[in-house]
Each structure stands twice: as C-alpha cells, then as structure tokens.
C-alpha cells in the first residue's frame, strides 16, 4: 500500500472528485501503475480498507479489498469518511480487475 500523500497528484484529484460514492481506479505514470478503490462516504470515523489479494496473471492485474468498520468498543465521531486504499506497483501493461 502507498502512503495517500505519495500519490502523483492527478490520481490525488481523481479520487478527491470521484470519494463521495465508491470508486474504482486506475493511473499509470512513469512506469508505475497506480490501484485505488474507495467505499464511499462513511458516517462516521473508524473505517479502513484491507487489501486481501493482489495478484497477476498472464493476462491481468487482481486486487481484491474490503471495507473494515470501526472495531468493537472503538471510540467513533460522527464525521463523514471516505475511506480508500491506494497500491502502486510496476506497470506491466495489463488490465486491472477489481475481484
């Protein structure tokens, strides 16, 4: 996973456009490729995204995530999220699929 504020900028301001509803993302640049998936806004705080696979085969890139909610006990506020998850691997030239 990528620290958010690593992010080239352009993918930066496609997430911020697209975080209100989910989305699913891909940017290529200068020979990395860019996954990002968001969940959407989320009432309140203590939400996460868990990558649980990331895989290539011959012909695509997987990635598979899920949305974590706030863990038993867990102190929340009631602030909108918009909780995302952003990986940066090499760009080797095939499709991504959101599994």
């Known amino acids: 996973?990528?620290?958010?504020?690593?992010?080239?900028?352009?993918?930066?301001?496609?997430?911020?456009?697209?975080?209100?509803?989910?989305?699913?993302?891909?940017?290529?640049?200068?020979?990395?490729?860019?996954?990002?998936?968001?969940?959407?806004?989320?009432?309140?705080?203590g939400y996460s995204v868990e990558v649980n696979g990331l895989y290539e085969?011959?012909?695509?890139?997987y990635i598979h995530t899920n949305l974590l909610g706030p863990e038993k006990g867990e102190e929340t506020k009631e602030i909108t999220t918009f909780p995302y998850v952003v990986v940066q691997l090499e760009d080797v030239g095939k499709n991504v699929i959101f599994d």
């Open 1 to 45: 996973m990528l620290d958010k504020d690593a992010a080239p900028e352009e993918l930066k301001l496609l997430i911020e456009e697209n975080k209100a509803k989910p989305f699913k993302l891909t940017y290529a640049d200068q020979g990395s490729l860019y996954i990002a998936e968001g969940y959407g806004a989320q009432l309140t705080t």
């Open 57 to 61: 085969t011959e012909d695509a890139v």
